[in-house]
């Protein structure tokens, strides 16, 4: 993610930056032993308790290993082809539980009495067909600030709920493509695909993402991912699998949807990479809602379409309407430019640090 003007990176971000752009050119290579973090905050002049937390970004996103009594070790390989060691463990982790993290209510009905005190009769008028101007514009600017995605609000379609936007994704792709899912995953994902006539293959998992050997025999040309722990089984794909599903994506006419579902709420100090973000290929579609960060009734998500695919999505699909009332974008739109939005994300991680602290946390090396 860009750094904004004027601001300062904390040191933490600083050296995980660092390391982390050394794993990807090869300083280190995988299986390398990375110096102990007392060694790396001499070498950096930094605290231990930093040098810890870089630690516990890698490992979050799959760039390290930590080996009881061992050390850290480099987990990533960044080479162009298939990993199938990336896939060789097959643990699945626990689903982690969040609990009650719904909005707070009364910031919710302060910011629509605000919205219909501003903008009055004009929430009676019919938005635009993939979504309100403002919202897509607040939207466009969130995902730059939290996620690193940079995209045109051009790009962006807003929809009711994650499951209208698959059959959109369906009815612009084609239903003559193979679609393949995770292997368990959220179920109306297959269900959806299915409905509209498409074909769909589910992939096994393992610990770190699609099992390598099922993706290189799969058939598909659309790749439906949830990177960021995957629902029902909480696997989140590490940095070498990411990779891996970029280079699965090369061929021609394969598409990738990313569905970044409940990602806000990780408890690192940092936001994960997004497959999106990191492909050069311009054939990623991601995808996000509000039903979990504010609640299931707000029936919000939205789209993010490659450039090359808005000409043929607004040639084929132009003439739909959007399906989320014109109210409820200028809500959005409005906590998300007032930093409601990004504040209650902060709260309920702090609340979640604290919990997994509370349950033992992780362990050191």
């Known amino acids: 993610m860009k750094k904004e003007k004027g601001t300062k990176k904390p040191k933490y971000m600083v050296l995980y930056d660092r390391l982390r752009q050394n794993i990807i050119d090869g300083v280190y290579k995988s299986g390398d032993r990375l110096p102990s973090k007392r060694v790396l905050a001499d070498r950096y002049s930094v605290s231990v308790i930093t040098a810890e937390r870089v630690y516990e970004l890698l490992i979050a996103e799959g760039y390290v290993t930590a080996r009881e009594k061992s050390g850290y070790f480099c987990e990533y390989t960044g080479d162009d082809r298939f990993l199938s060691s990336v896939s060789s463990r097959e643990t699945i982790p626990e689903k982690a539980d969040y609990g009650n993290i719904s909005f707070p ?167 994960y990479d997004t497959v999106y973000s990191l492909s050069p290929c311009d054939n990623v579609i991601y995808i996000n809602t509000f039903s979990r960060t504010i609640s299931p009734s707000v029936r919000t998500a939205f789209m993010v379409l490659p450039e090359r695919l808005m000409e043929r999505f607004k040639e084929n699909l132009g003439f739909y309407s959007c399906t989320v009332p014109t109210l409820e974008q200028y809500a959005l739109a409005q906590l998300l430019s007032s930093g409601e939005f990004e504040r209650h994300i902060n709260r309920r991680r702090r609340e979640l640090r604290l919990k997994q602290k509370a349950k033992g946390g992780n362990s050191n090396v």
């Open 105 to 271: 209510f009364s910031l919710y009905a302060k910011t629509v009495r605000k919205v219909l005190s501003d903008y009055g009769e004009s929430i009676f008028s019919k938005g635009g067909g993939t979504g309100t101007d403002v919202l897509r514009k607040e939207l466009a600017a969130y995902l730059m600030r939290s996620r690193g995605i940079s995209t045109s609000p051009d790009c962006i379609v807003v929809g009711a709920g994650a499951e209208y936007l698959y059959g959109l994704i369906v009815e612009l792709l084609g239903r003559d493509k193979i679609y393949a899912a995770e292997d368990p995953s959220y179920e109306k994902i297959e269900q959806v695909y299915k409905a509209m006539g498409a074909g769909c293959e589910m992939l096994p998992l393992g610990n770190s993402g699609i099992k390598s050997a099922a993706l290189k025999k799969t058939g598909a040309q659309v790749l439906h991912i949830t990177p960021y722990r995957s629902f029902p089984s909480g696997v989140t794909a590490s940095a070498s699998k990411r990779l891996e599903y970029i280079i699965w994506s090369k061929q021609k006419n394969r598409y990738i949807i990313e569905d970044d579902f409940e990602s806000e709420f990780t408890v690192t100090g940092k936001i």
